[in-house]
């Protein structure tokens, strides 16, 4: 450990620490709270942006696919996840319908837009637009999506109804199950550190 | 090894809640922002206490309709019938489906209500300035964080229900008053969640030192 290292804060109790250096993949963790302050990751915003363009492809195929179909009497009957907010809507439950949309649709869609938006200039070797803004952004929006929640939902749902009809899961359903992994990953490898760090090498 | 036991606060050192930048407050600024990313600093979250309470008691008090109106009205050539939160628990549960039953009774009963217990704790602790347990509270608080979101569960089996069965013509469903309340919760907690600073549970530390040292 040297003296010249520099200090960082931990964001949970603000103690201030010297940066170490990190073999690939370490954690490093407050001394004192526990909390993670970062993590090595090789390669991390390449991997983040690979894994991004395939979230992106998924969230695509996943909303203009029916998710579950209900067959009763030789009737296919299926729902998409924006036919569902639509129904919410129309059965006046405005409310409700506007948290499962901005839950499942906007939130996971602001995420990876913002994303794709930071990480594919700075791959090109150039700085983004608005980085500080967007960055903000997503780092507000990344809570409020609830892919895997939704996913969990759908679940337990297809077992209320399993008695009533047959159930045809849709192609929407795989593609969720997919987008929540997807999802997950580029949480685990996204490295904001690396991304500020790239950011001011270009400038 | 003697690690560096100063808070970037005692040092006059502000933190970016948003890139991690630590920087030095200009002396006469009342609007700190930070240099890199331009978001609002602050040493503390401004009046975390208080917001934090006035939103857990909004949700506290929200809980109580969301627990006792029906969260789904069904209607068919049999009747009608309102099912509670619990009420849904329980028909897993009769109908042999325990995983679920236990699922939804996790996610919907348990971990709203725990979550505001603990952000109670977490509050009256932070707010007496006590040194009790402080890692394990800093645990805790990152527990509630991980853990609110999964809270959502009924609101999405609600509406897909809603959405399926709505097309068919057997019956009607149709989301009760009670979703409202449970979505707003939901919701609520996680702001509450979000307006407390962890900082404040290790606050104590750094008064007991300045005063031994003083």
Redesign the interface.
Known sequence: ?TASAP???C????????EVPLPQGGVVRC?????ELYRSHPHSLERTLALTAAAIVLFAIANSYP??G?K?QG?L?Q?SLF???K??YD?D?K??AA??FT??MLMPALELLAMTWLLLPLRLGRAPLGF??V??VL?AVR?WG?VE??M???L??M???A???TLVPGIALWSFGALMLLMAAVAAVFD??EL?ARVSAVR | ?N???????S?G?L?C??????SRPAPDSHDARCP????HLHFRKPDSITRTWALLITAMILYIPANLLPMMNTSSLFGSQSDTIMSGVVY?WT?G?WY?AL??FFASIMVPMLKMIALVLLLVTAQSHSRWQ??QR??L??LVEFVG??S?????????????????G?ATI??GPG??AF??VV?LT?FAA?AFD??L???PVEKQHGRNTA
């Open positions: 450990m200090l960082i804060a964001h949970e109790c603000d103690l201030l620490q010297r001394g004192r709270c526990g909390a998710i579950v209900l009763l009737q009957i729902t036919h569902t907010v129904t919410l059965e439950m409310s409700i948290l499962v839950t499942t500080a803004p960055f903000r780092q809570p609830m929640v939704l969990l939902g759908v337990v749902s077992v209320k109804l008695h009533l009809a904001p550190r500020w | 090894m690690p560096v036991q100063a808070t970037a606060a040092l050192l933190v809640h948003a890139c991690g930048l630590l890199r990313c331009g978001a897993f109908s489906s679920l699922i939804i402080q890692d800093a645990r608080y990152r979101r999964w959502m569960l009924d609101i999405y089996v609600v509406a897909v229900i809603v959405a399926l069965v709505q097309l068919q057997l149709q989301p979703a409202i979505g707003a919701v996680m979000m962890p900082r549970i290790w606050d």
